[in-house]
């Protein structure tokens, strides 16, 4: 089960940042806050992940509170093919001899507006 | 370039029959792996394969047969099939086991089954 909680859609304009929070109240300390997204018809595409600092790349940056019970991601400058469905996922720590798994939750959809 | 590539994107089928899918990423990655995608768009993984060794089957049936013929290739086979297997179906290859870093998905392969 998703580690997880979402809201299920936002808007935003483009051009102004898109600001999306994501709670994971139960994270251990070893597992990481990854954000994936699926834009229409595609296969999810890496955005950033985070253990517990604040990460920033190309695509985006990634606030994670001291505690590590919640995160934002950060689309500084949106644009419309920002639209898509953004999925916050804990990384489950691979168990012995197994390896990590992502654990998909419903995502959020995030429409960028004219 | 792509870094993950998937053959067929389409697939329409009968009940009962046989079809496979081809997955190869060109990544130099150690590790692949195949997701279904149902039709309330929850992502589920399905296998994970290290240096062609299965590490993980999600108690998928085992009319389900990953094969990995060397670690840049991981194809799907799927005998009997049925209409509940109608879903996308996404490949995708991360580094190795346990880094944590991102996992690469593929464009998916839509299989219908009449």
């Known amino acids: ?114 | 370039d792509t870094a993950v590539s998937q053959t067929p994107k389409y697939l329409v089928t009968q009940m009962g029959n046989d079809k496979s899918i081809k997955c190869e990423q060109n990544l130099g990655h150690d590790t692949m792996y195949w997701y279904k995608q149902d039709s309330k768009k929850f992502l589920k993984i399905m296998f994970s394969y290290n240096n062609k060794e299965l590490i993980i089957n999600e108690t998928v049936p085992n009319r389900f047969s990953p094969k990995s013929p060397d670690k840049a290739h991981l194809n799907l086979h799927i005998n009997s099939l049925e209409l509940g297997d109608s879903a996308v179906y996404f490949c995708a290859s991360s580094q190795d086991l346990t880094t944590s870093g991102a996992k690469f998905f593929g464009p998916g392969t839509r299989l219908t089954v009449l």
């Not at chain 1, 990481?32 to 253990?51: C, E």
């Not at chain 1, 990634?62 to 950060?74: A, P």
């Not at chain 1, 654990?103 to 995030?110: C, I, R, S, T, Y």
Request: aromatic share 8%.
């Open chain 1, 1 to 114: 089960d998703a580690k997880t909680t979402q809201p299920t859609s936002m808007d935003c304009a483009e051009g102004r940042a898109a600001n999306l929070p994501c709670n994971h109240s139960t994270i251990s300390g070893n597992e990481y806050v990854y954000w994936y997204r699926q834009i229409h018809s595609q296969g999810p595409q890496y955005i950033i992940h985070g253990l517990k600092n604040n990460e920033t790349n190309e695509m985006a940056s990634l606030i994670i509170t001291e505690d590590r019970k919640s995160s934002t991601l950060i689309l500084p400058h949106a644009t419309l093919r920002d639209t898509a469905v953004y999925y916050c996922i804990v990384r489950v720590a691979p168990s012995q001899g197994g390896s990590e798994k992502l654990v998909f939750g419903k995502g959020m959809k995030l429409t960028v507006n004219p």
